[in-house]
């Protein structure tokens, strides 16, 4: 299986309640490594840019707000399958249906404010990784 890597980010929700370490200890134990992170305020831009495949969606205001409301973590994670096994321990976008043991199921409040976001696919990664981080962030 190849080393792969994925875009995460730790959402306002989790980063008011002081949760950081606590989701990042699922990550690793998942046997994921944090290659990269840093805590930011994203702006309102980047915020748009970076779900933009939602802009038609009704809740696309209502989530720019939320991820503007608070500092969030982004980080590039690493491991074998990484995309596929961080979306498997991020749990179900909507808390009510994620697994056991699982970071959504654990932490998150609503479907809205879930904690967590993983990418979707390799390329939605590369993608999003570019939007954070510069090559020289990342240490493998
Ligand atoms: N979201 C929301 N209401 C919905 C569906 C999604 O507020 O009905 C938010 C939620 O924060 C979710 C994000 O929009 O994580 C992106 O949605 P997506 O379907 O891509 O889910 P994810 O990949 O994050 O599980």
Redesign the pocket.
């Known amino acids: 299986m190849a080393i792969e890597r994925t875009f995460s980010i730790i959402?306002p929700d989790a980063t008011k309640r002081n949760l950081t370490g606590a989701i990042n200890a699922v990550f690793e134990k998942a046997g994921l490594r944090i290659v990269a992170q840093k805590r930011i305020r994203m702006t309102k831009e980047q915020a748009e840019t970076f779900?933009a495949v939602?802009k038609d969606?009704p809740?696309f205001g209502?989530?720019v707000e939320?991820m503007i409301s608070e500092p969030v973590v982004v980080q590039v994670l690493e491991g074998e399958n990484a995309v596929a096994r961080h979306r498997e321990v991020?749990g179900?976008?909507n808390p009510a249906n994620a697994a056991e043991g699982t970071v959504r199921k654990l932490y998150a409040l609503s479907?809205?404010?879930?904690s967590v976001?993983?990418s979707?696919a390799p390329e939605t990664a590369k993608q999003e990784i570019a939007q954070f981080f510069s090559g020289n962030e990342i240490v493998g």
């Open positions: 959402k779900y939602h969606r809740f209502e989530l939320f991020m179900a976008t479907i809205g404010e879930n976001h993983g979707d």
